[in-house]
Each structure stands twice: as structure tokens, then as C-alpha cells.
């Protein structure tokens, strides 16, 4: 990729600190990274905090920030001799040094915005993740604002800040115009073009060399399965939410066999699954879902099963007779980590029922027996999960007694090219393992 810059996301660091450094200093752009610190040199340990360019006759400031947050998301190994300082504090700090050297002044940050931005009213469920507001609020002299974090697509002038978030995977490219207005002051406009996950085209396109853009097509493009046709498969977010679907149920049983557990969970985050239908290439599998990682396995009680059901099914609210999301889960935007599906128990339920007080029993699907209380079980979820404190009960590093070697797309991979048709009719007739009371 021919850029510029890039900044630190939270899962630059799902292979471990080392494997990051090697990656980013294979590239040749400059990486922008003012709060993520070596303890023991008191600097970034990746980078600069910030850049001065020259455009024209414009002195262009930029700072890079990530969010704070992943230590909340890793294993200690991962981010071992790192502080993650908040992005505010050292916001302040650079922004003093740069007011008086540049005349616009950008802030590139991996987090997003943790309220409504038309009211500018907190509502994120995890406060701290996401700082775009306290951004806006208490820094305005900052010309621009990008943010991501939360796959979102956002293009709004809050005040004089023109704050920007650049979707997911790619999908879009934001074309920022700086010019003066007829009073000598400086403007801002933005273009957004909308790019294909993988371009089918010979013409070079920017950021990436003919050679680079091949290899990726004939990676993208290999087939790995072809996908009986399936009547009936759940089409929307809520329904594979509620009856589940083929893609979650393999990911589930992939899990399983690796982590060599009991029972999975995976997150059904949005209605990507849609994808996973007919030939499945590298390409349809990546776009089928976006939180492949390490699995790990957990030790966890009956009892603690049975109460990440109950969060599990908080998520849901009838309506009219109609089963909806919550309205908690899913503004400002979807909390897409929150509602999971499983496998290696089936769960009967009652949503009619207080939340909280919905689950009516868990059974193990191999034993057919109702879970034991106390008795320990094992979960594979992934590592994102298992170390996360995003709420979820019982989740959490010091349960972790094995993890993967690689993520779950490296073994989905796999278990696809292995599939036959049997495999495929017997996981098309036993998908579904949430059942409610009638």
C-alpha cells in the first residue's frame, strides 16, 4: 500500500506486540501513534505522535491516536511494557505544541464517537472505548476529525469540526478539500467515493501496485466450497439472531474441535452472513464476518453458562408481538458483540419473561441432561471476547486455559475445503439451539 501514514488499531495487536513491530517495519509510511507508550522509554513504541506537511501554502498538523481501551480486549502478553494513555491528555499536550506552527490542525483517531451527534449526549455503553465527543468538546481547535473503531460511515460539521468515520474493510474512500472561503477563512468539504472489497479491474488503483492488486485478486478470488442451496435460511440481522444460521453454526463447531471444548459462542454482529451462500471464496468468507481471531478456551460453571444466557437474551424486547433488538443494544449504533450464537447446548426460553428471568433450562446436546450448576464446563469463544469486560458475565483472562495457535478464518479455511455433502446436509438439519416457550 502506497500511503502516507497509518495509525494503531486495537487489532494491530491480536498477534502480540512483537509480531506488530515486525509488520510495521516492513512498511514504508510513517506511523502516527502519540498515546500507546513504551514504559521504558517514556516514547511511543511504535512511530511519532505527530507530523507538520506542507500542502501548497498550508501547514497541515496531524496527531495519531488509538484508543485506550485495549488492554480491556487483549491478553497481557500482547501489549506487554505498553501504557495506553488517554487520548485526551495527550491531545491537550500536542495541541499546545502545534497551535501556533500549523494552520490546520487534524486529529486521526482509532475510536469512534460514544454518543448521539445531535444532542452530543453520552450513551456508549462502555465508557472510555470510544472519546470522539470529549474530542469535539473540549478541543476545537481541531480542523478535522477522523475517526473509526465503530464501522461506521459519518461525514458531519459539528461546530468547526468537520468529523469523518471511513466504514469498514476498505469499503470507502474520503476526499477531503481544504480551501479559503471569501473571507480568508478556511473550509473543509468532503467526498466519499465508495470502493469494492476487492477491485475486479486491470487499471491500477491509488495506494496500490498492479503486482500487490494481482496477488490479492487470485487470493480473494479462490475457491474453497460450494454451498448446497439451503430453503428457508434466516435473512435478516434479528432472525439469525433468533434462529441462527449455517455460517454461525460452522463457526461454532470450528471452535469447538479446536478449542477442544464443551461449548462455543460466536457474535452475530449484522446481517453479513448473507455472503456465505452458494461458492464460498477467501473473499465471501472475509466479508461473512468481522471478528475472526485467536479461540480460546474457558473454564466456566453451569450456573455461569446459564447466566451469559440471560445477557444473552437481554438483548431482545417483544413489541407489538414482535420480537425487536433492544433499543439500549442498538444506539447510538449496534452493539454488535453483545448477542452470540452458540453450540453444544440447546437453550429454551421464555422472552415474554422480566429480563434476566428468561432462561427456562440448558441442555448439553451431548448428554441431553440439564447443565449442572456447578460443575465446569468448557467454552470456546474468541480471544477478543474472552478477555474483554464489555458487560458479559464471566468472561475473562484468568478462565483462559488454552488458546489457538491461529484465528478462525486460518480453520474455517480449512474445515470448508473438507466439506462433503454429508457434512453439509447434517449441519443444514441442526442449526437451530435456541427454542422459546410456545
Not at 32 to 61: C, M, R, W
Not at 229 to 251: C, D, G, R
Not at 399 to 404: G, L, V
Amino acid at each position: 500500500m502506497d500511503v502516507d501514514y497509518q495509525l494503531l488499531g486495537n487489532h494491530e495487536f491480536n498477534h502480540g506486540r512483537e509480531h506488530l513491530e515486525h509488520i510495521i517495519k516492513k512498511l514504508n509510511s510513517k506511523t502516527l501513534n502519540a498515546n500507546i507508550i513504551d514504559t521504558e522509554s517514556n516514547e511511543p513504541f511504535l512511530g511519532q505522535a505527530y507530523d507538520i506537511i506542507k500542502v501548497d501554502d498550508l501547514s497541515i498538523g496531524i496527531i495519531g491516536l488509538t484508543t485506550a481501551f485495549i488492554p480491556h480486549w487483549e491478553p497481557k502478553e500482547n501489549y506487554h511494557h505498553l501504557t495506553f494513555v488517554d487520548p485526551l491528555l495527550v491531545l491537550e499536550k500536542h495541541i499546545k505544541q502545534l497551535k501556533d506552527k500549523v494552520d490546520y490542525l487534524i486529529v486521526a483517531y482509532h475510536g469512534g464517537v460514544e454518543g448521539d451527534l445531535d444532542t452530543l449526549e453520552y450513551n456508549d455503553m462502555t465508557p472510555g472505548e470510544n472519546q470522539g465527543l470529549e474530542i469535539l468538546k473540549n478541543f476545537p481547535d481541531v480542523d478535522l476529525l477522523i475517526t473509526g473503531h465503530q464501522h461506521l460511515t459519518l461525514n458531519q460539521k459539528l461546530g468547526d469540526t468537520l468529523l469523518i468515520q471511513t466504514g469498514s474493510q476498505g469499503s470507502y474512500l474520503f476526499e477531503i478539500t481544504i480551501h479559503k472561503d471569501t473571507n480568508g477563512l478556511l473550509q473543509t468539504e468532503c467526498t466519499i467515493h465508495e470502493v469494492p472489497l476487492i477491485p475486479k479491474t486491470e487499471k491500477q488503483l491509488p495506494f496500490i501496485t498492479l503486482e500487490s492488486q494481482k496477488r490479492l485478486q487470485d487470493w480473494a478470488t479462490q475457491a474453497l466450497t460450494h454451498i448446497p442451496t439451503v430453503k428457508n435460511l434466516p435473512q435478516t440481522h434479528i432472525e439469525a439472531s433468533l434462529s441462527n444460521h449455517l455460517f454461525y453454526e460452522l463457526h461454532n463447531q470450528v471452535q469447538q474441535q479446536v478449542g477442544q471444548a464443551d461449548f462455543s459462542l460466536t457474535p452475530v454482529p449484522n446481517d453479513a452472513f448473507n455472503h456465505f451462500v452458494g461458492r464460498i471464496t477467501n473473499e465471501s468468507l472475509l466479508k461473512s464476518f468481522p471478528f475472526y481471531n485467536k479461540i480460546a478456551t474457558l473454564l466456566i460453571t453451569g450456573n455461569e453458562l446459564i447466566d451469559m444466557m440471560e445477557y444473552n437474551l437481554a438483548v431482545f424486547n417483544i413489541e407489538d408481538n414482535n420480537i425487536h433488538f433492544n433499543y439500549d443494544f442498538t444506539t447510538p449504533y449496534k452493539h454488535h458483540y453483545h448477542f452470540f450464537s452458540f453450540s453444544g447446548f440447546e437453550c429454551e426460553a421464555d422472552l415474554s419473561a422480566p429480563v434476566y428471568q428468561r432462561v427456562r433450562r440448558v441442555i448439553d446436546s451431548s448428554t441431553h441432561d440439564l447443565l449442572i450448576p456447578d460443575k465446569e464446563y468448557t467454552l470456546a469463544v474468541s480471544i477478543y471476547h474472552a478477555v474483554s469486560d464489555h458487560g458479559i458475565p464471566h468472561l475473562s483472562e484468568d478462565k483462559i486455559i488454552r488458546i489457538s495457535e491461529h484465528d478462525s478464518f486460518y480453520y474455517m479455511q480449512e474445515k470448508l475445503q473438507m466439506m462433503d455433502k454429508k457434512a453439509w446436509n447434517t449441519l443444514q438439519t441442526n442449526y437451530t439451539h435456541l427454542k422459546f416457550k410456545q
